[in-house]
């Protein structure tokens, strides 16, 4: 069996068969300045969660980055006079609760094909 690390993905090949695997990031707590800190400017998917009063992580937003990136993305939940409309719904919860976030990236890649 061979395997390929790339980023955002693992892939692995077995006989005739490709297996692909997502690999998101760890939970990133869901502050502005770790968002500034912590999420880059490539393109990608993010899940924001929200902790419940039973120490569970509920997901609130599953949103992707595709022009902009993940960080101005992401910011803009947190900012108040954001152009995007973020329901009444999320938005409370956003403000009530603590906040997690997890990212994968998604990158352009050229796959070689092999010839026998």
Request: aromatic share 10%.
């Amino acid at each position: 069996m061979t395997s390929e690390q790339i980023s955002g993905y693992d892939k692995k090949i077995k006989k005739d068969c490709i297996q692909y695997s997502l690999k998101w990031s760890p939970y990133i707590l869901g502050e502005k300045f770790n968002v500034l800190k912590k999420l880059t400017e490539m393109t990608g998917l993010y899940v924001v969660f929200s902790l419940n009063k039973y120490k569970r992580l509920i997901p609130v937003i599953l949103g992707a980055s595709w022009y902009t990136g993940l960080r101005p993305t992401v910011l803009k939940i947190f900012t108040p006079t954001s152009v995007d409309v973020i329901p009444l719904s999320v938005t409370q919860k956003l403000e009530d609760q603590k906040l997690y976030i997890k990212r994968l990236l998604l990158t352009q890649m050229v796959l070689k094909h092999q010839q026998a």
